[in-house]
């Protein structure tokens, strides 16, 4: 069974805004905090942003504090990124996870490319 199908990337320009979207299955999802998380070519793979149960507490790496605001809806089962001022080093594959991360459920991410 498909527990994280991410979705939402592109090819965009530096300075420009995407939004990824995650659907979850529930039993992933229901009453877990959520992550972002990205793996750049030749790098391991990162934390950006997390958001717990209730969207009360956010959490974001340096590198994108400011830009990227998580959001999730719980009816929905599903978690976004919302990401403004793309710069290229964003350049990566976009995941969500639990957070902290369950190792074998990691979907197939989404490919996010920021040109100069």
């Known amino acids: 069974q498909v527990q994280l199908v991410e979705s939402g990337g592109g090819l965009v320009q530096d300075g420009g805004s995407l939004r990824l979207s995650c659907l979850a299955s529930?039993?992933?999802?229901?009453?877990?905090?959520m992550g972002w998380f990205r793996q750049a070519p030749g790098k391991e793979r990162e934390f950006i942003a997390g958001?717990?149960?209730?969207?009360?507490?956010?959490d974001y790496a340096d590198s994108v504090k400011g830009r990227f605001t998580i959001a999730r809806d719980n009816a929905e089962n599903r978690v976004y990124l919302q990401m403004n001022s793309l710069k290229p080093e964003d350049t990566a594959v976009y995941y969500c996870n639990t957070n902290p991360p369950q190792r074998d459920i990691w979907g197939r991410g989404t490919q996010v490319s920021v040109s100069s």
């Open positions: 958001i717990n149960w209730d969207s009360t507490v956010e």
């Open positions: 529930r039993r992933t999802f229901s009453g877990r905090p």
